[in-house]
């Protein structure tokens, strides 16, 4: 049988979790990234490209909070294991650490790149999670975290979001909270979930058990969210934490600097508080039924990799950002340029006179087929240049 | 900011106890009486529109924010899974998951790797997990009961109200994996951007929920 005789069988289709964008939807998508790189750029910070995939243990040696069933593997030639990278933070605390050990800190780098997680089926959620984020590297202290919060607050702001919040944690908050009941590490992360998902009936049916007085405050740590008076309720119930303090600070810093209006507080925040040493934050859109900007304060992450440095960024989801806004309508085509082969240059000088994306050439060789395409794709004018000049035919 | 929010219910048993907890807080539900063709419900009388879903639905419309809260039942949830607050034990639709295996068999008793027939794949897997017991799990879509009864599985995890139906065909509950009852879920979104109005709302269940007790 001829070779010619065999057709494979191809399926168009894309992978669960990915997916094809189309015209709209990129300029959507680019305007949102583009919006963040200029405001990162303008902030100082420079940009790092980290390879798309990483070694597996890169991301499980140093404590990082992703699950391993939720990263994308692959077994390379020499048989290592190697992961899409699931998180952008632990590469560029990798090279700062490494590559850049002898670089004068603090470093301010900034990504615009694609994490991959791999997610259970008919979720409807994605495998490609476009991210833009800022670290701020070697410095610590409230004027670095207020330098890269009310960056957080510019970010969602610069990108065209009107309706959003930046909600404020910190890491210690809810160990402080935990420290007061005698647990054993399995009853703490039991009740870290519970806090963890505002289990509110839950959490207080398992502090049943604990001496009341100190269970109550517990108790109150998940409904303990909102404007600034969440932290005085804290206080009442916990008296003089460093947390809360730390908290204050930051909160009358970015009120005086004018970001009052965004910040908002969740003492419940108890995500990945193994990770994040700091405060950590989050930030909530109308329109998005998740957070679209994550960050925190992790200070131990870069001293696995060889170089203590304290250290605090954020990430923004550039597509759930970009659902909150409207599609930008694609230019529409309004004229098609037909020119005979020796006018190419005129013709493509005339045409980058045009407002983008508005004009095209024509390809055809007689104006005929020109008009008929035109016709064809709905282009409305046709602009002919030839010896005696340019003039335009209505279709 | 939205003036309305969105509630999905879960359709059948819990749909009706959900609707008359509702009706006891003063919240008109006429709408969901009266469905007629629509399929979302506006109440006249609260800034709330309902929609009626599969369990399964209500999770997954709460977690993608397209609802901002959800009434399901833990059953829902633990085989399920998924990022939400579970803000309230509502106390109603109250069952439980237990292992129920044939009347006079000695379930623990050997060293023979089990085989465990269940519609919940996830909550068996968790339960026997917990236990450091490793089982062979078998998805039955339809009644649990039969697999024992065919020699396919030696034991089930499954929904237990009365335990009249195990019992009619010679199965026996040994052990409770789980309790069940009603849960209202709510976005982690939403839950912060409209927290005036949807802490009124759990407060409202809130206060029916101990009027009932």
């Known amino acids: ?395 | 900011m939205r003036e309305r929010l969105r509630i999905a219910l879960t359709k059948g048993r819990l749909q009706d106890k959900s609707v008359a907890m509702f009706e006891a807080a003063g919240l008109d539900c006429t709408p969901i009486h009266n469905p007629g063709r629509r399929l979302i419900h506006p109440l006249p009388n609260y800034p709330l529109d309902a929609v009626l879903a599969k369990a399964p639905d209500v999770i997954t419309y709460v977690e993608h924010g397209v609802c901002d809260l959800g009434i399901v039942g833990k059953d829902t949830i633990l085989e399920h899974g998924g990022s939400f607050y579970e803000v309230l034990d509502l106390g109603f639709g109250r069952c439980r998951f237990a292992l129920a295996v044939p009347e006079g068999s000695d379930f623990y008793g050997s060293y023979q790797t089990k085989t465990i027939a269940s519609k919940y794949p996830e909550v068996t897997k968790s339960f026997f997990r917990s236990k450091g017991m490793d089982v062979d799990i078998i998805k039955i879509e339809g009644s649990v009961e039969l697999a024992p009864i065919l020699g396919l599985a030696d034991g089930i995890v499954d929904i237990v109200e009365t335990g009249a139906t195990l019992k009619a065909n010679g199965l026996t509950p040994i052990e409770t994996v789980a309790e069940v009852s009603a849960r209202l879920i709510v976005n982690t979104a939403s839950m912060k951007l409209y927290k005036g109005q949807i802490e009124d709302m759990i407060a409202r269940c809130a206060k029916e929920m101990r009027n009932t007790r």
């Open chain 1, 1 to 395: 049988m001829p070779l010619k005789g065999i057709i494979m069988q191809y399926i168009p289709n894309t992978p669960e979790g990915a997916r094809d964008r189309l015209f709209g939807e990129c300029q959507e998508r680019r305007r949102v990234q583009s919006a963040l790189t200029h405001l990162f750029r303008q902030r100082g910070y420079s940009e790092m490209i980290t390879p798309e995939e990483e070694f597996y243990d890169l991301f499980t040696m140093t404590g990082s909070a992703l699950p391993q069933e939720e990263m994308v593997k692959i077994i390379d030639r020499s048989g290592k294991i190697v992961v899409l990278r699931p998180d952008c933070t632990t590469p560029i605390a990798r090279v700062a650490a490494t590559r850049l050990k002898d670089m004068v800190f603090p470093g301010r780098f900034y990504y615009n790149e694609t994490v991959y997680r791999s997610s259970a089926a008919h979720r409807g959620q994605r495998s490609e999670i476009p991210q833009c984020g800022i670290e701020l590297i070697g410095a610590k202290g409230v004027k670095a975290d207020l330098e890269v919060i009310a960056c957080a607050c510019d970010a969602l702001r610069a990108c065209g979001l009107e309706q959003f919040y930046v909600e404020l944690g910190h890491a210690d908050i809810f160990p402080a909270f935990a420290r007061r009941l005698s647990m054993t590490g399995e009853q703490t992360e039991t009740m870290r979930s519970l806090v963890e998902g505002k289990n509110f009936a839950a959490l207080s049916d398992f502090l049943d058990r604990f001496d009341r007085h100190s269970a109550a405050a517990v108790a109150r740590l998940p409904y303990l969210f909102g404007g600034a008076e969440v932290l005085d309720e804290a206080e009442a119930l916990a008296g003089e934490l460093p947390a809360l303090h730390h908290l204050r600070e930051l909160y009358s810093g970015l009120c005086q600097a004018g970001y009052g209006e965004y910040i908002r507080f969740d003492l419940g925040m108890v995500h990945h508080i193994d990770y994040y040493t700091g405060p950590i934050f989050r930030g909530y859109a109308q329109g998005a039924g998740d957070a679209v900007l994550s960050g925190g304060r992790y200070d131990q992450l870069c001293a696995s990799f060889g170089r203590p440095a304290q250290a605090i960024g954020f990430a923004v989801h550039v597509d759930a950002v970009a659902d909150c806004l409207p599609t930008p309508a694609p230019a529409k085509v309004e004229q098609v340029i037909h020119y005979p082969v020796s006018r190419m240059g005129e013709a493509v000088a005339l045409l980058d006179s045009k407002a983008p994306g508005t004009c095209q050439l024509s390809p055809c060789g007689d104006l005929e087929s020109t008009l008929n395409m035109a016709r064809e794709m709905g282009i409305p004018t046709v602009v002919i240049l030839d010896e005696n000049g340019v003039r335009e035919v209505e279709v």
